[in-house]
């Protein structure tokens, strides 16, 4: 199982990016994958999911409004499209999903400036 974030970067406070997680070595489409991240200093946090057909979602009250998760499941990859980004989005992105054990990407940085 591989899971591979992109799309991270530094942005000003009201900007947007789009993370991606290219995944492989699993049925994708069987599978409920989501989003955490990690700010400095502090735990790791669930931040949204998303069920394996893509019709049901979850978000963090922190990012609900703001963020969309959305999956293609014809290129076994999952995404992310932050809006109205604020400083305290800041940190590292990871995909997850749980395949017998919980697996995890790399992570990828976002930077939020005020």
């Known amino acids: 199982v591989q899971l591979v974030e992109s799309g991270g970067g530094l942005v000003q406070a009201g900007g947007s990016l789009r993370l991606s997680c290219a995944t492989s070595?699993?049925?994708?489409?069987?599978?409920?994958i989501g989003w955490f991240r990690q700010a400095p200093g502090k735990e790791r946090e669930a931040v949204s999911c998303?069920?394996?057909?893509?019709?049901?979602?979850n978000y963090s009250d922190s990012v609900k409004d703001r963020f969309t998760i959305s999956r293609l499941n014809a290129k076994n990859t999952m995404y992310l499209q932050m809006d109205s980004l604020k400083p305290e989005d800041t940190g590292v992105y990871y995909c997850?999903?749980?395949?017998?054990?919980?697996?995890w990407g790399q992570g990828t940085q976002v930077t939020v400036s005020s």
């Open positions: 997850n999903t749980y395949y017998g054990r919980d697996f």
């Open positions: 070595g699993f049925t994708f489409d069987d599978y409920t």
């Open positions: 998303i069920s394996s057909s893509g019709g049901s979602a």
